[in-house]
């Protein structure tokens, strides 16, 4: 039988029989937390979340970012915050629950390891206070900012709103709904913009992948085309450059060079100015090696922009200004620029990547840019600059004639 000294009155104890004793004084100290009765609640609830203004600032601009908008009489797009919030309710539940429960693991391992005398029913019942607690910790600082939003319970939400409020709430928890709420909000936007926008079309995105995996042709409408277009899914991306998603894939479309005759391209869609409505088309698209190719070189090169074939690229000649632009001019930059000769004044670079994407690229640097292996680009660049002067000569003697009458 093992003894210990006893702290209180210095006496040889039972070393198991103190232990007990010592369990007993921890445990009984902390009473388990009792479930709190809510009243019931009506079907058009409302819920008022305490949120600072860098939150609404960014689940507004989110909003607006990923469609969730309204147009106002003078045409300026307003977000629409009662779906934005809905759709994160609906897609993001789950998942910061599965988050939430990970860190209160994390809490009860710790109080186990450096607290071994607390029974299981105080490692839980502390892991809630400390979990409530961080909760009402984040929140407290943006009760006094008075910057609300109103969640409210739909039909789409209802089962999540119903959920947060009894099952959350009321099951061992000591924050408050508004507390949840904000710590939701809060976690959503930890993520970057690219897997938010999956969050957001969690649906959508699982949909795709399916069609994508059994290699499906579907039906998809975009923007605000109404009719469906023919599309074989090849793969969903993110482009870096926006940190939005991309599905490439082919799509059949008409020759424009030949009216009436359709032909495959390979194209690259804006997951979230896809419609939500897809169907399994009855007319397959095979894709070639050829264009598999494209693709995979489009994924390395500019998601946001398809290439039609393996090994596309433009030669450009930049000024001194031009190549200066190069770091200046971030937006739809190509990934891929290798300088490979100079001449006089005049830097020599080879660009990888879609024809479509570069030239738009290279349109915006003027006459610091000239395209040297693309006849069709030259000539754009020669009409776009021709109506330049044009302009700039009428608008000239308009003002002129002005001053002199």
Do not use: W
């Not at 600082?141 to 609300?148: A, G, L, P, R, S």
């Not at 949909?207 to 409408?221: A, D, H, V």
């Amino acid at each position: 039988m093992a003894y210990i000294k006893c702290p209180g009155c210095n006496r040889d104890v039972d070393q198991n029989k103190y232990e007990d004793m010592l369990k007993k004084e921890i445990n009984k100290k902390i009473e388990p937390i009792k479930v709190k009765k809510e009243d019931t609640y009506s079907i058009n609830e409302t819920t008022n979340v305490y949120v600072d203004q860098d939150t609404l600032t960014k689940l507004d601009q989110d909003a607006l970012d990923f469609g969730f908008s309204r147009i106002k009489s003078d045409g300026t797009a307003i977000p629409n915050r009662n779906a934005f919030i809905s759709a994160i309710m609906i897609n993001y539940y789950d998942e910061f629950n599965s988050e939430e429960e990970q860190k209160a693991n994390v809490i009860k391992d710790t109080l186990k390891k450096h607290l071994p005398l607390l029974s299981d029913v105080s490692v839980n019942t502390l892991s809630t206070y400390i979990m409530g607690g961080m909760d009402t910790l984040a929140s407290e600082k943006v009760k006094n900012k008075k910057m609300i939003i109103k969640v409210k319970q739909t039909k789409a939400n209802e089962d999540i709103y119903t959920d947060i409020k009894y099952e959350h709430i009321n099951n061992n928890s000591i924050s408050s709904i508004s507390e949840f709420y904000y710590s939701m909000f809060k976690s959503y936007l930890e993520h970057p913009q690219y897997i938010r926008e999956q969050i957001i079309f969690k649906k959508k995105f699982k949909e795709i992948n399916r069609y994508i995996k059994k290699g499906n042709t579907i039906l998809i409408k975009y923007k605000s085309n109404k009719n469906y277009m023919n599309f074989y899914p090849y793969k969903i991306v993110h482009s870096p450059e926006e940190n939005h998603n991309y599905v490439l894939g082919v799509v059949k479309a008409e020759d424009f060079n030949n009216p009436g005759q359709m032909i495959s391209l390979c194209i690259s869609y804006r997951f979230d100015n896809i419609g939500d409505i897809i169907k399994l088309s009855k007319d397959p698209i095979n894709i070639t090696e050829e264009q598999r190719q494209a693709l995979e070189e489009t994924i390395l090169y500019c998601p946001s922009s398809a290439q039609q074939m393996p090994g596309e690229h433009t030669i450009v000649a930049l000024t001194k200004n031009g190549v200066s632009l190069l770091e200046r001019i971030y937006t739809f930059r190509p990934t891929y620029i290798d300088k490979i000769d100079q001449i006089d004044d005049y830097s020599i670079y080879k660009v990888l990547g879609s024809n479509f994407q570069i030239y738009n690229y290279f349109k915006r640097f003027g006459a610091d840019a000239i395209i040297l292996n693309d006849e069709k680009f030259s000539e754009e660049q020669k009409e776009m600059a021709s109506r330049i002067i044009q302009n700039y000569d009428l608008i000239r003697k308009e003002l002129e004639d002005k001053r002199k009458s």
